[in-house]
């Protein structure tokens, strides 16, 4: 049975709220007002054709571009001006889509890297709290970067977004390029995430295997949100085809 709050009691506020966000390339525009809510320790998984916007969302939320319009609060606090180093501090990493590693250095400097912002006297135990997840590149953390397989060094990217112990991982694509049994060790570190109370926002192609461990979903189509839903809806299959092709597309594909 779900908790509810008290009668009376305020709603807790989400972790990341964006209203109206608008963003995009010098004079391209890609965004046109996006609206969207994660809460503290909740799966989102964000949809959309190639080209929606997923990548610049995620840019624009972790400070890699700045928004020309509309409001972002991450944890209470407005992220407006926030540069990407000042967005990991406030708690939000990003997984950029083909991450490239340090391969000249080996597994456990790349994480020591990613770490530069954590107390000196912490970052030896937070680089192995990251390892933790990932026994295969724990064994490797004497070994430089290049010496690890694709899939290894995708899974050491999704790490060095670990070593900050962020409230909001984005993560966009980590199945990009990996065999499927390395999938499904991605994503069961964002169910082990989601357990521990870590949000996760995921872009990821493969829909149905990122909404198997997803709580909700959006779905983005020419920069805007057209379909918000429960990842677990019976009807979002439907749901989602016409939000990708518009319900005259749908119609036609059925007739
Ligand atoms: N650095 C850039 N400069 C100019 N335009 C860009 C840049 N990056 C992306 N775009 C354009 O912005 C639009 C949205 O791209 P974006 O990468 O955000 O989409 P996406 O939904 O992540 O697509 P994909 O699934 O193909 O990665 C596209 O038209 C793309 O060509």
Redesign the pocket.
């Known amino acids: 049975m779900p908790i509810s709050a008290p009668e009376g009691a305020a709603a807790p506020s989400p972790l990341l709220t964006l209203r109206g966000i608008e963003a ?3 004079k ?1 525009r ?2 046109h007002g996006v609206d969207l809510v994660i809460g503290a320790g909740e799966v989102v998984t964000l949809l ?12 624009a939320i972790s400070g890699l ?1 700045p928004p020309s319009g509309g409001d972002a609060r991450f944890a209470g606090r407005s992220l407006a001006g926030l540069g990407p180093r000042e967005a990991v501090k406030a708690g939000l990493a990003h997984v950029i ?1 083909g991450h490239r590693i340090f391969t000249a250095q080996t597994v456990y400097d790349n994480l020591l890297l990613a770490a530069y912002d954590v107390p000196r006297a912490e970052r030896a135990a937070r680089v192995e709290e990251a390892l933790a997840h990932f026994p295969e590149i724990a064994e490797k953390r004497h070994d430089k970067g290049a010496s690890l397989s694709g899939g290894q060094q995708q899974m050491l990217a999704v790490a060095q977004g670990l070593v900050t112990r962020p409230r909001l991982l984005m993560l ?2 980590p199945s990009a390029g990996l065999s499927p049994v390395l999938v499904d060790r991605v994503l069961n570190v964002v169910r082990r995430l989601r357990e521990g109370g870590t949000a996760v926002l995921l ?1 990821e ?1 493969l829909i149905e295997k990122a909404l198997a461990v997803s709580d909700r979903v959006y779905a ?1 189509a020419q ?1 805007r949100i057209v379909l918000e839903a429960r990842a677990d809806e019976p009807n979002l299959p439907h749901r989602l085809e016409r939000a990708y092709f518009g319900e005259e597309a749908s119609s036609a594909l059925h007739a």
Do not use: F, H, M, S
Request: charged residues 20%.
């Open positions: 995009g390339y010098g391209i890609v965004l959309g054709p190639n080209g929606a916007g997923k990548t610049t969302l995620l840019r571009i889509e966009d694509e872009v192609q983005l920069g």
